[in-house]
């Protein structure tokens, strides 16, 4: 990367910041403009969790319980 380049990589991500600190700062939606900046964005389905994976929590606490019960 030559000098030239890496100066204009710092322009392009001060004038990022800098938007972003303009729309922090005069806009009444904090919370979704702060979500667009971060990229941020609720997930479209529920998580699940496989059968598999709720046996291996449940074990380890059963594990867990009996560990804390022989003390």
């Known amino acids: 990367m030559t000098r030239t ?3 204009q990589a710092l322009d392009q ?7 972003a600190k303009q729309l922090l700062q005069g806009s009444q939606k904090l919370g979704s403009r702060i979500n667009e ?4 964005h609720s997930p479209t389905r529920p998580r699940t969790m496989s059968e598999e994976g709720r046996r291996r929590i449940a074990e380890a606490q059963k594990r867990r319980w009996a560990k804390q019960k022989g003390r």
């Open 13 to 19: 991500e001060i004038l990022k910041l800098q938007h």
């Open 5 to 7: 380049e890496m100066i």
């Open 37 to 40: 900046l971060v990229g941020k």
